[in-house]
């Protein structure tokens, strides 16, 4: 009768080395795996979608900054000197959705400037009876 699995080598072979078992698995199911290891590539993922959106919004936001400020200036301008009221009382004027734009003033030029943080600045000049004009951009 031939044995077709030997248990002990028959020509003098020595046995192959046995592979160790597999670690085991936690209770839960799952291996553990790094604190990090499967959120950063999700992560990273969503920052470099994030940079792409923002880059190509980048000008309509530049641009929305830019009219923003200079109705800003033109508005408070015409509130300050024509009207005669504070600056600060001129800020209720804006409309909703303008609480980023700050009013600045210079009371020896006569110039208001309007300004939206690292994006826009734009200024508007009291003219007397032509009422305030927005100067032109640099």
């Known amino acids: 009768m031939n044995n077709i699995n030997p248990t002990e ?13 597999p670690a085991p698995i936690p209770a839960g199911g799952r291996r553990k795996t790094s604190r990090w290891g499967g959120c950063l590539p999700w992560a990273i993922g969503l920052g470099v979608l994030f940079a792409l959106f923002a880059i190509w919004k980048f000008p309509a936001f530049k641009a929305q900054a830019e009219l923003g400020s200079a ?17 600060e009382s001129c800020q209720s004027d804006f409309e909703p959705g303008m609480e980023m734009v700050s009013l600045s003033e210079d009371p020896a030029t006569k110039t208001v400037t309007g300004s939206v943080p690292l994006l826009a600045s734009r200024s508007a000049r009291y003219a007397g009876a032509s009422g305030c004009l927005l100067r032109p951009e640099n």
């Not at 080598?9 to 078992?21: L, Q």
């Not at 109705?71 to 009221?85: D, E, I, N």
């Open 9 to 21: 080598p028959t020509t003098g072979e020595t046995p192959p080395h046995p592979t160790p078992p």
């Open 71 to 87: 109705y800003a200036a033109r508005v408070g301008c015409s509130c300050r000197y024509v009207q005669g009221r504070s600056l």
